[in-house]
């Protein structure tokens, strides 16, 4: 997940989505398709072993499948117990398959739909960013994720992003293997437990403004960025989401290749972003438009 070919992948992501944009000239566009094209593209890559054009058929059937897949999964009555031996054959490559182009596509793309969303909506946030890529990178071509270190504030908005997005509210379905106590209470053996990430990131007690989106949560009184014990929206511990890493590379080379090159602003008439939710199999954005005008 963090070799430099993965990210070079991503670079090159970013730079079919740039030209997306720039061929729009100012026009408004829905954000979605393409963003999903670039973000799954990484992952198509390894998998397939080329990237798709955003012409391309196959890849409309790809993701149309993959939604449904993802509604299908989510049903509570797909958790069967299963014994068996497990070994590699075809089915197992397939499903292996899916779930690498589901924790590298699906919840990264809303994500960066979210972003982009914010973005607008907080233009004063989206200036701040700018100023910063301007200052630490300049007109540097290529974004890497090292940049991160150099980039508080920007690291700061990607994480706060994560943080009051929450596309996530409960993590996935799991079974206590023995008898246990959680704060007192007992689990039995074989008991259900869904972790509510939701109520986390939303606790006054960890965050000052939960409510709201600020940048300020992950940043002390220096300027310098810092993480929160609090902040779990890939989950934690032995459940933690195995594409974290891709995840976050792909969010912060995207995000900041798109501020660098872009203004985004609402279409002419619109006067207010729409940041209400709705609710999923993520928690997604309604479909709205923007406009990238070149910097």
Not at 89 to 115: C, H, K, P, Y
Not at 131 to 158: C, F, N
Not at 245 to 252: G, N, S
Request: with cysteine; charged share 20%.
């Amino acid at each position: 997940m963090g070799s430099k070919g993965m990210e070079r992948g991503i670079q090159v992501g970013a730079c079919h989505l740039r030209e997306f944009f720039q061929s729009m000239n100012g026009k408004a566009v829905d954000p979605s398709y393409p963003i999903v094209l670039a973000v799954s593209n990484v992952v198509c890559t390894v998998v397939f072993g080329h990237r798709f054009s955003l012409e391309d058929e196959t890849f409309h059937k790809l993701i149309k499948a993959l939604h449904f897949l993802l509604d299908f999964v989510n049903s509570a009555s797909q958790m069967t117990k299963n014994n068996a031996t497990y070994y590699y054959d075809e089915d197992n490559m397939v499903q292996s398959i899916f779930d690498l182009l589901l924790g590298g596509s699906e919840t990264t793309a809303t994500t960066l739909r979210w972003a982009l969303l914010y973005m607008v909506a907080y233009p004063d946030v989206q200036e701040k960013v700018q100023q910063e890529l301007d200052t630490m990178l300049g007109s540097s071509p290529v974004i890497w994720y090292e940049d991160r270190k150099r980039l508080p504030y920007t690291h700061a908005v990607i994480h706060e992003i994560l943080h009051f997005c929450s596309i996530i509210l409960i993590a996935l379905p799991r079974e206590a293997v023995r008898d246990t106590t959680l704060l007192g209470y007992p689990v039995p053996k074989g008991s259900i437990v869904i972790a509510n990430i939701y109520s986390v990131l939303t606790d006054p007690e960890y965050w000052e403004k939960p409510l709201e989106f600020d940048p300020g949560h992950f940043l002390d009184e220096e300027g310098n960025f810092f993480s929160r014990e609090a902040f779990l929206p890939f989950s934690a511990g032995i459940c933690i989401c195995l594409g974290e890493q891709l995840a976050r590379m792909e969010l912060f080379i995207l995000f900041c290749s798109l501020l660098q090159a872009f203004r985004f602003t609402l279409p002419d008439g619109v006067k207010e972003a729409n940041t209400q939710y709705l609710l999923r199999t993520t928690v997604q954005p309604h479909p709205y438009k923007v406009c990238a005008f070149l910097r």
